[in-house]
């Protein structure tokens, strides 16, 4: 068994129809043996560009302990479900059960603040100084 990370990003029109799928999936881990490790439901979130004509789209988010072949027949069944506009797995090294930063409280959130009190952009912790 390996771990993997995997994000699916669902067609936001079709939410309601949502928590009977998610729970298919979860029927499927733990039938062929799989542990769910954490499971994070985020909400309607804005794409960062347009997918398939979708400008907004409903992201899941797991953390699993499956075999290699529950997890082909996983992606499997992500590709031929209408509502999956995509998904992103990732091979980790050990069992994630903390909270994402994304699904924590914004009060839990470490502060993106930089020593100017400016809120640093992403890839700078700094503020870039002038040449002299």
Request: net charge neutral; no cysteine; charged share 30%.
């Amino acid at each position: 068994m390996r771990y993997y990370e995997i994000v699916i990003l669902f067609d936001p029109d079709h939410s309601e129809q949502l928590p009977a799928t998610v729970e298919r999936y979860q029927e499927l881990i733990t039938k062929a043996g799989g542990m769910i490790h954490r499971y994070e439901d985020w909400g309607r979130r804005q794409l960062a560009y347009p997918i398939d004509k979708f400008q907004k789209a409903h992201y899941i988010l797991f953390n699993l302990e499956i075999s290699m072949d529950t997890l082909a027949e996983l992606e499997n069944q992500f590709r031929y479900n209408d509502k999956v506009i995509r998904t992103l797995v990732m091979r980790t090294k050990q069992a994630i059960n903390q909270p994402s930063p994304i699904a924590k409280p914004k009060e839990e959130r470490p502060d993106r603040r930089n020593s100017a009190g400016q809120v640093a952009e992403e890839g700078h912790s700094k503020p870039v100084e002038a040449f002299s």
